[in-house]
C-alpha cells in the first residue's frame, strides 16, 4: 500500500506531526479530521498516475493533488493507493465530493471515479472508489460518479460549474444536465409557484407535483392527490368536496341547502345551492364549473373548475397540462430549457430539445461529440483528446490557449491572435501563429513519410504530420525527428510535415 498525507486549510497547523499507515479502513484519530481516498483501477490501463480534487458545494475542499508527483519514479498499484486528506475540524457534518482521475503519461484521463462523504470532526472516515470511464466535463453527457451534472458546457454561473460540481443555490437534474435556481428570471423545470414563489412562477403548478399550493387554489377537493394527508376526503375536513355536496350528508363541510344562508365558504354558490346565494354568487375551486352566477365562471377565469378533464387546445394552460403534454396552450407560459419541449423561441436559444442532431448545422447536440461531428462540437479553445477526423480551434485575441490534439485526430490550430501552447500526440497538427508566443509540442507518432487525412480547414495533411508558421513558432520535434524548414513557410517535423 502507498499511503500519501495532505495537510490542507486549517489543519496545515499539524503538519509537523509524523504520521504513518499501515493498513486500509477508517481510521479514527484524536485532534485529526479528514478522509482517507482510497483508488483501485483495472490492470489492463495506461495509468501513470492519479489525480485528487475534492468538493464542498461548488469550492475547493483541498487543492487539487497529482500522485506521484511529476519525477517521482514508481509504478501505480491497480489494487491498492491512497491518499489520506487531512481536513479542517470546522468542516464536521459537512459533506465532501471526491473526484479521481487517472491520467496516462500525458495527462490525458484514462478513467474516472468520485464519491461523496460526510465529514465527522476527529475521524478519518475511507472514501473508496473504483475507476470506470474517462469523464468529459461540458460534452453534456453526465458521469455516473465522477461528475455531479454536466449541462454540456464548461461556463460557471449557470448552475453546473466548469469542474462539472453543481453551483451553492442550484439544483440539476438528467443528462445533459438541467439547473435551476429560485429567484434566477426563469421558471425552471421542477419549480413552481409554491416551490418557487418568485414572479417568474407565478400561476405555474398542476396537481400530482407533491405540493398542496394554497396560493393556486389547492385543496384536498381539488386536487386530492397533494393535499390529502390520510388518503380519503373526511367529514368534517373544511373542505365541500363534490361527492360529499350529492351525498348531502356533511352539513359541516358542505352547509345545508335551503337554510337561507348562502355559505361560499363551504362551497355553496349560485350553482350549488341556488335557493341559498341568489346573488349570484361562485366559488372557484369547487369542482362546479358555474355559468349561472355572476360573472359566469369558464376556463378563462376559472380554470381550476372549468378545464377539461382531458388536456385540450384551447388557448388556456390548465392545471392538468403542461408545455409537453399541450405546448400550443402551456408554451406561452412554461417555456423553458430541458422540458423535452422545443416551444418557440427556444431554437435560438441552445435548448437541447430543439436540436436537429444534424452535423455540420453549428450546433453540438446532446447526441453529438467531437468524435461523431467535430465540425459542430470542437471546442473553440481547448482539448481536443478522444476525437476522431477533423478538429478546428482559435484562440480567441486577448486570451492564452493550451490546446490538445489527441491520437486519431487531425488538428488546426489558430493561434494568430494570442499565445498558446499546442501538444500533439499521434496526431496530425497544424498550427497558425502570430507574433506572440507558439509553443508547439509533437509527441510520439509523427513520421516524416506521405499519406492524407483530411485536414480541418480544407486540403490534406501528411499522416502524423506537425507544423508550425508564424513568427512566435516554436516547434518541439521528438527525438530522432528534425526540424526542417518548409517553402511556403513554417517549420515542420521532418520533411513529410510541410503541408504540399
Not at 487531512?86 to 503519461?105: A, I, S, Y
Not at 426563469?186 to 413552481?192: A, F, L, P, T, Y
Amino acid at each position: 500500500m502507498r499511503a500519501f498525507w495532505l495537510f490542507a486549510g486549517a489543519a496545515a497547523s499539524a503538519a509537523a506531526v509524523a504520521l504513518a499507515v499501515t493498513s486500509c479502513g477508517d481510521k479514527v484519530q484524536s485532534g485529526l479530521t479528514g478522509v482517507d481516498i482510497q483508488v483501485t483501477f483495472e490492470s489492463d490501463l495506461q495509468i501513470k498516475r492519479l489525480r485528487f480534487a475534492g468538493f464542498i458545494g461548488q469550492d475547493a475542499a483541498f487543492p487539487p493533488d497529482d500522485r506521484p508527483h511529476v519525477g517521482e519514479e514508481r509504478e501505480l498499484d491497480p489494487t491498492d493507493e491512497n491518499l489520506i486528506v487531512l481536513l479542517p475540524d470546522t468542516m464536521g457534518t459537512k459533506q465532501v465530493f471526491v473526484r479521481v482521475d487517472g491520467t496516462d503519461e500525458l495527462g490525458a484521463i484514462m478513467a474516472s471515479a468520485g464519491a461523496a462523504q460526510v465529514v465527522e470532526t476527529d475521524k478519518i472516515l475511507a472514501i473508496r472508489v473504483h475507476l470506470g470511464e474517462p469523464r468529459v466535463c461540458g460534452d453534456g453527457m453526465k458521469h455516473p460518479t465522477a461528475e455531479q451534472c454536466d449541462d454540456g458546457n464548461q461556463l460557471p454561473g449557470d448552475g453546473c460549474s466548469g469542474e462539472c460540481v453543481v453551483e451553492t443555490g442550484w439544483t440539476c437534474e438528467g443528462s445533459p444536465s438541467v439547473c435551476r435556481s429560485c429567484g434566477d428570471g426563469v421558471c425552471s423545470v421542477g419549480e413552481d409557484e409554491c416551490s418557487c414563489p418568485e414572479a417568474e412562477c407565478r400561476g405555474i403548478g398542476t396537481c400530482g407535483d407533491g405540493l398542496c399550493c394554497p396560493s393556486r387554489d389547492e385543496n384536498v377537493c381539488s386536487c386530492p392527490d397533494d393535499c390529502l394527508e390520510e388518503g380519503a376526503v373526511t367529514c368534517p375536513d373544511s373542505y365541500c368536496c363534490e361527492q360529499e355536496r350529492i351525498d348531502g350528508n356533511c352539513e359541516p363541510d358542505c352547509g345545508m341547502c335551503g337554510d337561507h344562508v348562502c355559505e361560499p365558504e363551504k362551497g355553496e354558490d349560485s350553482c350549488t345551492c341556488p335557493g341559498d346565494c341568489m346573488d349570484g354568487s361562485s366559488v372557484c375551486g369547487n369542482q362546479n364549473c358555474c355559468d349561472q352566477s355572476n360573472p359566469p365562471e369558464d376556463i378563462g377565469n376559472c380554470p381550476l373548475d372549468c378545464c377539461p378533464n382531458q388536456p385540450s387546445i384551447d388557448g388556456v394552460c390548465c392545471p392538468n397540462e403542461s408545455a409537453e403534454s399541450s405546448p400550443e396552450d402551456c408554451c406561452a407560459t412554461m417555456a423553458q430549457c430541458g422540458d423535452s419541449v422545443c416551444c418557440p423561441g427556444e431554437e435560438n436559444d441552445g435548448c437541447p430539445e430543439c436540436c436537429d442532431n444534424v452535423c455540420c448545422d453549428g450546433d453540438c447536440c446532446a447526441t453529438e461529440n467531437v468524435g461523431s461531428c467535430p465540425q459542430d462540437c470542437c471546442p473553440a479553445c481547448g482539448d481536443f483528446q478522444g476525437c476522431t477526423g477533423c478538429c478546428a480551434g482559435e484562440c480567441p485575441s486577448g486570451s492564452d490557449c493550451n490546446m490538445t490534439c489527441d491520437q486519431g485526430c487531425s488538428c488546426y490550430f489558430d493561434c494568430t491572435a494570442a499565445s498558446c501552447d499546442a501538444t500533439c500526440t499521434s496526431s496530425s497538427c497544424y498550427v497558425e501563429c502570430g507574433s506572440q508566443s507558439c509553443n508547439v509540442t509533437c509527441q510520439s507518432g509523427v513520421t516524416t513519410g506521405d499519406g492524407g487525412v483530411t485536414r480541418g480547414t480544407g486540403g490534406t495533411d501528411p499522416v502524423g504530420a506537425c507544423y508550425c508558421n508564424g513568427a512566435g513558432c516554436n516547434l518541439n520535434c521528438p527525438p530522432g525527428v528534425p526540424e526542417v524548414p518548409c517553402n511556403g513557410g513554417g517549420i515542420g517535423c521532418g520533411t513529410g510535415s510541410c503541408p504540399p
